[in-house]
């Protein structure tokens, strides 16, 4: 029996960016913070990518808010906040199987 190691994990970024809107549920206008909820992927704790992303602005008081576009948020906070190991290891992987192949087929007179 072969385990292969995949693990899946959530995550919490919150940002200093933050709106004026006016909160239904509070019945104020409060500063609402930006958010990203979002969830990765590993094969063997190497090959890391996203599942899932949600950006949300949401009121500091109470926790109402609502969804916003990816777009939007990353263009508000000047690119992808998610570290590189988690969203795109798997390029990584990829590279280090492909030199890996290419070493034993030099190896065994193949290539």
Do not use: K
Not at 15 to 34: A, I, V
């Amino acid at each position: 029996m072969l385990l292969v190691p995949i693990g899946r994990e959530e995550c919490q970024l919150t940002f200093q960016h933050s709106e004026p809107h006016f909160c239904r549920t509070c019945g104020e206008s409060r500063d609402f913070g930006l958010r990203l909820i979002y969830a990765w992927g590993s094969l063997f704790y190497v090959a890391g990518f996203v599942i899932e992303r949600q950006y949300q602005l949401v009121c500091p008081h109470c926790g109402h808010g609502w969804v916003i576009e990816p777009r939007d948020a990353e263009r508000m906070l000047g690119g992808d906040p998610v570290p590189f190991y988690q969203r795109s290891g798997w390029i990584v992987a990829a590279v280090l199987s492909a030199i890996v192949g290419v070493a034993a087929l030099r190896h065994n007179g193949l290539l």
